[in-house]
């Protein structure tokens, strides 16, 4: 159901992507995109979209194009991707791979463009958003590069995961164009700047909870080989629960002190954090009931990476403030919004050195433990074809 959901946002969206900025080179241009925004919300907002981005994206329209036009293909690939490593069909999924990282590549290089192009306080829907793009940017340019280095190294369980969370990350220009949709309908006469300030909220957390969900309902061993003990025992879980605690503690004032804007940005950070939460939280207690070390593993060290992003975002928003000279608000408003996506990403290098270390214990002899042979049916991935000696 997860893989039918996904294909069909990825295929409803890319003739939007192909065509969503030829109206700004060639006006009266087809735009789907903006035709079915204007009958979803109203041609208000989307000739008020329109307005807003003309001056930003004039200044690098051809970048941009490249971008946009690549992301439609992006989302085609993405499933196509994800049906080979599953069929097993390793030959289509590497060529496929390497057009798939290429094409990721030279469009995030059009959007590096824009962005170094653009002045944050210049760019469409403000510097909050500026900073959210680059971050997404960065991260889903970061988990491809991994992502093909843990396959020529022959770490399919490693390969699947990086390039789930950035697939995860491209997921954001789908997602944000059905929260265009949807967030003027829970929120009347809200601008497309503040739609944007709202998304951004939840976004990060959104997409890499998803990668998150697929990579365990893909990977289904209950033990790695090498691993011993855990990196997210009691007092580290404590711990965690306790700075995240404060990074709430410095956040919630803060967007409560913006009024009914402030409150209306925080929901839209807190419900899905809380959502989020409590599904690790039940995560791993069913898979230590279960027996399952592996997942549990897995479970607890994204929700450790979870509930260190408020205070993540809190450490952030001074720092924001005086290298960037933001205002407190604006300043707020990006930390929050890219609090959970980085401490995710970082919650996958976690993932990814434990695995490492396991297997260097094993290469040097320290620990007896036999290293079995992933079945197929454990581990549908995407670079289930590797050389076993790589493992």
Not at 276 to 290: D, I, K, P, Q, S
Not at 293 to 309: D, F, P, S
Request: charged fraction near 15%; include cysteine.
């Amino acid at each position: 159901m997860a893989v039918v959901a996904l294909t069909a946002v990825c295929l409803a969206y890319a003739p939007i992507a192909f065509t969503e900025l030829w109206p700004y080179a060639d006006p009266g241009a087809p735009a789907p995109g903006e035709w079915l925004l204007g009958r979803t919300v109203s041609p208000e907002f989307v000739a008020e979209a329109v307005r807003d981005r003309m001056g930003p994206y004039g200044r690098s329209l051809v970048p941009l194009i490249v971008h946009s036009v690549l992301g439609g293909l992006l989302m085609l690939l993405g499933p196509v991707q994800l049906l080979t490593a599953v069929r097993r069909r390793v030959r289509l999924h590497r060529t496929l791979g390497v057009v798939f990282a290429a094409t990721v590549y030279v469009s995030m290089a059009g959007a590096a463009v824009y962005l170094v192009r653009t002045p944050p306080e210049r760019a469409f829907s403000g510097a909050a958003f500026w900073i959210v793009l680059a971050v997404i940017l960065v991260g889903t340019v970061g988990s491809v590069t991994f992502g093909v280095l843990a396959a020529y190294r022959g770490f399919p369980d490693l390969h699947q995961r990086w390039l789930l969370l950035c697939y995860g990350f491209l997921m954001t220009a789908p997602l944000l164009r059905l929260e265009w949709g949807f967030l003027p309908t829970l929120y009347p006469g809200l601008s497309i700047q503040d739609v944007n300030r709202v998304a951004i909220m939840h976004l990060g957390a959104l997409v890499s909870f998803g990668a998150l969900l697929a990579t365990r309902a893909l990977d289904r061993r209950t033990s790695v080989p090498g691993l011993t003990g855990t990196w997210a025992p009691g007092p580290v879980m404590v711990l965690a629960h306790l700075a995240g605690a404060a990074g709430l503690a410095a956040l919630v004032p803060g967007f409560l002190g913006q009024g009914a804007e402030g409150r209306r940005l925080l929901v839209a950070y807190l419900v899905p954090y809380a959502v989020t939460y409590a599904v690790l939280a039940a995560r791993a207690a069913g898979a230590r009931r279960a027996g399952n070390g592996w997942a549990r593993e897995e479970w607890r060290l994204h929700l450790a990476a979870l509930l260190l992003a408020p205070a993540f975002s809190a450490v952030m928003v001074p720092v924001l403030e005086r290298v960037m000279d933001l205002d407190r608000g604006t300043a707020l408003v990006a930390a929050a919004g890219i609090g959970c996506g980085m401490l995710a990403y970082t919650a996958v290098t976690v993932v990814s050195l434990r695995v490492l270390a396991g297997r260097e214990l094993l290469r040097r002899g320290r620990t007896t433990e036999p290293e079995p042979a992933p079945p197929a049916a454990a581990l549908t991935g995407a670079g289930a074809g590797a050389k076993e000696e790589g493992r």
